[in-house]
């Protein structure tokens, strides 16, 4: 099968780095008690985190089978296939933030990718998770990239305060992801910025960046053909019309010259950013010093094939096969330093497919959103029945966090908001409506996720500071898209299990493997990963899971 694997050549020189751990522009890092480290004897010298962005566990149960390479390793370890964003904010943001923190959103503080804050000091009042909105003349999609705004500390963070000789590196195709995994204290942070690899202004680009820039780019100048279609794709190999003359379904990753867009939403942006990773691992020598190193690494391709094209069809099929030969060449890399290595492997979210698909495979419930129920649309038409001119309603979707405008009095708000209530529960699309009270005054929740009530889901990701006057959730399978004229089709973001239901795979060569099909959550991983190597993480919402015999037992 034709891949891109062969990317990660362009890791092949060596450039030692040295450790200087720097913060972002404006970073306001959490305070880490002290705490003392004993590491085992059977410590890995190197953990790797992994984030495939949108990689639900549907996607690995329906295809699970067809690996032959990265993921079919990781399947000989300990598998976890009912991992759980157990919150209701099944977004990149809030999703990242759990995975090595411990902490869920409610007390990371990253509610959603994005939040209104009407006090914010500009004209765009929307915040976007990864930024400093106090920089002047930015805005929400002008923005300096900060770690601001998460307020607890990352899994290497915790270790470089232990040992302060341990390096702290992040790598993704996103700069969410690459901050909240990361953290505030960092030895490297890289992500793609649309044109290359960048980082926090000031900080120096080691020899290994400028040659994953330069490699991608001539990647990016050439004009890619067809990808072959494995085998076990052709059943879903067929078109999919969506309205118009657009169509999904039979894509192959044919991409112009030059066509960044393109190469973002293909298998060839997972290769760049793991060849990139691969490449500071090599030329930092992680895992081959006197403490335990980390890296994360957010491969996000898998989250922009699902939004352009669907979860079901061809070309989410050829990316996750082509995704396996990237991890396989990537585990290579890592085998041939002879570091031993602990691999975790998770995602941020899960992904619904496009509901034109859904109808003709079964799901007559499946929809597009009304626009009625957009926050500006309702708010305008609240307005127009209560004789209020300004801007009443705030939101970018049509289902999450609503916000109430703060420039109302105390009588009119309590009217907009009974207003507000009683329009969405009328609405035949909406399933349900809480107030930010409701939802505060609900105990964090308890027990397995998968059994969650909608409002212990969103108690779960819910911050007073932060977190909308409501909540709306929509019906299942209606997607929050009115319109598949734009560039996205499909997308996640609802509380229901297709959008929070995640794998977690852990791997170590020598490991026992097995299988555990209860529910667990991504919080989870955190202290797991901390107790392998001997590290107290008090406090976090997450537990530690046995691995099994072996090496791998760090909870007992």
Not at 144 to 172: C, F, I, N, Q, Y
Not at 265 to 277: C, E, G, H, K
Request: proline letters at 8%; charged letters at 20%; aromatic letters at 6%.
């Amino acid at each position: 099968m034709k891949t891109l694997a062969s990317t990660l050549a362009l890791a092949a020189a060596l450039i030692t780095l040295p450790a200087s751990a720097q913060t972002a522009p404006g970073s306001t890092a959490p305070v880490i008690a002290p705490v003392k480290m004993t590491p085992p004897k059977t410590a890995p010298k190197l953990i790797v985190a992994i984030s495939v962005d949108q990689f639900s566990a549907d996607l690995l149960d329906k295809n699970r089978a067809y690996f032959t390479d990265g993921f079919a390793r990781l399947l000989k370890g300990a598998v976890f296939p009912s991992g759980f964003q157990s919150h209701a904010a099944t977004e990149t943001c809030p999703g990242h933030s759990t995975i090595l923190t411990g902490y869920r959103p409610a007390h990371t503080g990253i509610i959603a990718n994005n939040w209104v804050d009407q006090a914010a000091p500009r004209t765009d009042k929307q915040v976007y998770c990864a930024e400093d909105e106090s920089v002047p003349g930015s805005n929400s999609g002008k923005y300096t990239v900060s770690d601001k705004h998460l307020k607890v500390p990352t899994l290497g963070e915790r270790m470089k305060a232990a040992d302060p000789r341990t390096r702290v590196v992040s790598v993704a195709g996103k700069d969410r992801a690459a901050v909240m995994m990361g953290g505030h204290k960092v030895d490297e942070l890289w992500w793609w910025d649309g044109k290359a690899f960048v980082s926090y202004a000031g900080r120096t680009e080691p020899g290994v960046v400028t040659r994953a820039n330069t490699a991608t780019a001539a990647l990016i100048a050439k004009a890619q053909p067809a990808l072959e279609v494995p085998a076990w794709c052709t059943v879903r190999d067929k078109a999919i019309p969506i309205g118009g003359d657009k169509t999904v379904g039979t894509g192959h990753f044919e991409r112009a010259a030059g066509d960044t867009r393109g190469f973002r939403a293909s298998p060839a942006f997972d290769a760049s950013i793991v060849a990139l990773a691969a490449g500071l691992v090599q030329d930092m020598k992680l895992g081959q010093g006197p403490a335990t190193d980390i890296i994360s690494v957010g491969a996000s391709a898998t989250d922009y094939v699902g939004h352009t094209y669907g979860t079901d069809g061809a070309e989410m099929c050829i990316q996750l096969a082509n995704l396996d030969a990237t991890l396989g060449a990537f585990f290579d890399v890592l085998d041939r330093t002879g570091v031993d290595y602990q691999v975790v492997l998770t995602a941020d979210h899960g992904g619904n497919d496009l509901p034109e698909r859904e109808v003709l495979q079964g799901m007559p419930e499946a929809q597009r959103v009304d626009v009625a129920l957009a926050p500006a649309n309702m708010g305008r038409a609240i307005g127009q029945k209560l004789g209020l001119t300004i801007p009443l309603l705030f939101g970018d979707m049509p289902n999450g966090d609503v916000w109430i405008s703060t420039a109302l009095t105390v009588d009119q708000r309590k009217t907009v908001l009974a207003e507000t209530i009683a329009r969405y529960k009328a609405m035949p699309q909406v399933a349900e409506v809480l107030t930010g009270k409701q939802i505060a005054a609900s105990p964090m929740p308890k027990g397995p996720p998968e059994n969650w009530s909608f409002i212990q889901k969103a108690r779960a990701s819910y911050d007073p500071t932060r977190s909308g006057d409501l909540l709306v959730f929509l019906k299942p399978r209606i997607t929050p898209i009115p319109s598949p004229s734009g560039g996205s089709v499909a997308t996640h973001g609802s509380p229901y299990n297709y959008d929070r239901r995640v794998p977690i795979l852990f791997w170590r060569k020598g490991m026992t493997g097995f299988e555990q099909p209860a529910g667990v959550e991504t919080v989870d991983i955190a202290p797991t990963l901390a107790a392998l190597i001997g590290l107290p993480v008090p406090g976090v919402d997450g537990k530690c899971l046995d691995l099994g015999a072996g090496k791998g037992a760090p909870c007992r």
